[in-house]
């Protein structure tokens, strides 16, 4: 990738350095209350290697982080109410290649009679309280999302 005229400079003061891409992403834990304890929305994508997860998703050029978990949530539940984005304090940071992944964590509060409208992408969606829910999540750093979560909700 040839950045122009500046990517001579930094080839010529940094020998050896490669410019990487950073891209930054969402992922929104959802939850709803019944009978005062938090169940959580879990989600599985399309496809033969999906696994149960959160919301995640693209944070668009110049987007603020809560209009893009808001954007998120209309597009894949259809839901246009909430009680609107928890940031949990969680950024996470991952290399591919000569990508550079951020990965900002939120929760959103639906109201417990919600109807939703999943997007296509999603093959099942499925309800679950703490419970279920920790154990189905396959990446650790959604299990350690999701109990920061169920922490600050006062449910641990």
């Not at 668009?60 to 539940?77: C, P, T």
Request: hydrophobic content about 40%; aromatic content about 12%.
């Amino acid at each position: 990738m040839d950045l122009g005229p500046e990517s001579v400079y930094i080839r010529s003061i940094l020998p050896g350095f490669t410019v990487s891409e950073l891209l930054h992403r969402l992922k929104v834990f959802v939850f709803r209350f019944e009978d005062r304890h938090p169940d959580y929305l879990l989600l599985k994508a399309q496809g033969p290697e999906a696994c149960w997860g959160p919301i995640h998703g693209p944070l668009g050029f110049g987007e603020k982080l809560e209009g893009a978990v808001r954007r998120e949530i209309l597009d894949d539940l259809g839901v246009a109410r909430g009680e609107g984005p928890l940031d949990l304090h969680l950024p996470v940071r991952w290399r591919l290649g000569d990508e550079e992944v951020v990965e900002w964590v939120f929760g959103y509060k639906l109201r417990s009679n919600e109807p939703l409208h999943p997007a296509s992408r999603w093959k099942e969606y499925r309800w679950a309280d703490f419970s279920k829910a920790y154990p189905a999540l396959e990446f650790e750093a959604d299990r350690v999302a999701i109990l920061r979560l169920h922490t600050i909700l006062g449910a641990a």
